[in-house]
Antibody
Framework: QVTLRESGPALVKPTQTLTLTCTFS??????????VSWIRQPPGKALEWLAL???????YYSTSLKTRLTISKDTSKNQVVLTMTNMDPVDTATYYC?????????????WGQGTLVTVSS | QSVLTQPPSVSGAPGQRVTISCTGS?????????VHWYQQLPGTAPKLLIS???NRPSGVPDRFSGSKSGTSASLAITGLQAEDEAGYYC???????????FGGGTKLTVL
């Protein structure tokens, strides 16, 4: 059974760095073709893709946010970590992690429940 | 402004058929990249509804179907049910952005 769960602070102050952890089970990120992505959704707005890390430790970032994002993985702990620097109130959103299974192309077949992050002083 | 364009809202009566369009460009859907569709019920995470243009994951009713042509894709829902009332998002890859892109989302109202 595949599950993903996001964890991190619910509230951060402007200019601070956000660190989110995606803890997953039911698959291994060392399996060829497997990937994990981060996606966010501001309240009442659309989904926005942020970053992806694959089984080979290749990393990909949203063009508009790449200077602020870092994605990493700890295969032994089944975790993927996303950091976002210089947080601003416009970054207030629910942040999701999701799996891209091997051989699927790019579809996100399992999602975490999401974690709401509010940026406010 | 989303790279993939969806109508903000659609509606239909129970039992009817509705379609949701997703319009892209030559750097995403038109370049041959697959389109995926997600359903997001209020207050919940998105759920994969259609993968790789037209494939239904296990457990998704066959009332849901997807298609792709040129620079656009469509999601069709037949036999509308009250439980289909949700947000729907399309998703693909864009070569000029070198990353995934989503549509702006469509809210389906069952009248």
């Amino acid at each position: 059974q595949v599950t993903l769960r996001e964890s991190g602070p619910a509230l951060v102050k402007p200019t601070q760095t956000l660190t989110l952890t995606c803890t997953f089970s039911g698959f291994s990120l060392s399996t060829s073709g497997m990937c994990v992505s981060w996606i966010r959704q501001p309240p009442g707005k659309a989904l926005e893709w942020l970053a992806l890390i694959d089984w080979d430790d290749d990393k990909y970032y949203s063009t508009s946010l790449k200077t602020r994002l870092t994605i990493s993985k700890d295969t032994s702990k089944n975790q993927v970590v996303l950091t976002m620097t210089n947080m601003d109130p416009v970054d207030t959103a629910t942040y999701y992690c999701a799996r891209i299974p091997s051989g699927s192309g790019s579809c996100l077949d399992y999602w975490g429940q999401g974690t709401l992050v509010t940026v406010s002083s | 402004q989303s790279v993939l364009t969806q109508p903000p809202s659609v509606s239909g009566a129970p039992g009817q058929r509705v379609t949701i369009s997703c319009t892209g460009s030559s750097s995403n859907i038109g370049a041959g990249y697959d389109v995926h569709w997600y359903q997001q019920l209020p207050g919940t995470a998105p759920k994969l509804l259609i993968s790789n243009n037209s494939n239904r994951p296990s457990g998704v009713p066959d009332r849901f179907s997807g298609s792709k042509s040129g620079t656009s894709a469509s999601l069709a829902i037949t036999g509308l049910q009250a439980e289909d009332e949700a947000g729907y998002y399309c998703h693909s890859y864009d070569s000029s952005l070198s990353g995934a892109v989503f549509g702006g989302g469509t809210k389906l109202t069952v009248l």
